[in-house]
């Protein structure tokens, strides 16, 4: 049996809750009432709801921690220090179009880093997660990242809207960054990079991919500014960064 932390298993619990609603309002996709909050973004009744339900659970036991979210944005609470970080669909735009490629992010910053994270993608019912020296887990399971170290069996995912092409590295763009994290932590991916990230995008998968013995460029988990992101396997990451000299 895997021991983990009172705040871990507060995050699995309203993961699990909130992921009712996503798997109900993904089966009435076409029906959804959408509102348009910028240009090629969208955001779905749903979006908000899973956010306010995932706010209500984690906050019955933690009263006091702070939030980061990407719909209410800060949420100061007593506690300070203690900061949940929540996107409640990412990848609103393959949910919207009836894609079933969207996950929950979950993490837990306190004071300067990132101690807990948990991806969920309720279509698939696939959990990854991880904590500060407790190793990273998909369903239960022990995962580390790829072993690979010859780039031309690598593959690597990417994001946004910069048209990046690199004859030696194998690329995907799947639309939601904490899946490519979470693929990456697991093995699935051997590397991800994107640019213009907020940091509730990539704050679960942070520490799912260190814990799963990869690697992450230094991440600003304070900044407002757009984030760039680097994550792969300790075997592969130099190799992929010297491959995006002009990214």
């Not at 009435?28 to 339900?53: A, H, M, W, Y």
């Not at 220090?81 to 609103?92: A, M, R, S």
């Not at 887990?137 to 690598?154: A, G, H, M």
Request: hydrophobic residues 35%.
């Amino acid at each position: 049996m895997i021991s983990i932390s009172s705040n871990l298993n507060i995050m699995i619990k309203a993961a699990e809750k909130a992921s009712k609603s996503i798997i109900r309002d993904f089966g009435e996709v076409e029906k959804l009432q959408v509102s348009k909050k910028g240009p090629n973004d969208f955001v779905t009744k749903t979006d908000k709801f899973v956010e306010k339900v995932l706010i209500e659970e984690l906050s019955k036991t933690k009263k006091n921690y702070s939030f980061i979210t990407e719909e209410t944005g800060t949420i100061n609470n007593l506690d300070k220090n203690n900061n949940w970080i929540i996107d409640p669909i990412d990848g609103t735009t393959n949910f919207l179009h009836g894609i079933p490629h969207f996950a929950i992010s979950i993490a837990l910053r306190k004071k300067q880093e990132i101690i807990s994270g948990l991806i969920f993608d309720p279509i698939k019912n696939e959990m990854f997660y991880a904590e500060k020296n407790g190793g990273a887990y998909f369903n239960n399971q022990r995962i580390r990242v790829s072993k690979k170290r010859n780039l031309n069996e690598c593959l690597f995912a990417t994001g946004g809207k910069d048209q990046f092409h690199n004859k030696n590295l194998n690329i995907r763009k799947s639309g939601s960054a904490a899946l490519d994290m979470a693929y990456v932590g697991t093995g699935r991916y051997d590397g991800y990079f994107q640019k213009n990230l907020n940091i509730w995008d990539i704050a679960a998968g942070i520490i799912i991919v260190n814990e799963a013995g990869g690697k992450v460029n230094d991440i600003d988990c304070f900044s407002n500014k757009p984030i760039s992101i680097f994550a792969g396997s300790n075997s592969i990451y130099e190799k992929m960064l010297k491959n995006l000299n002009n990214f």
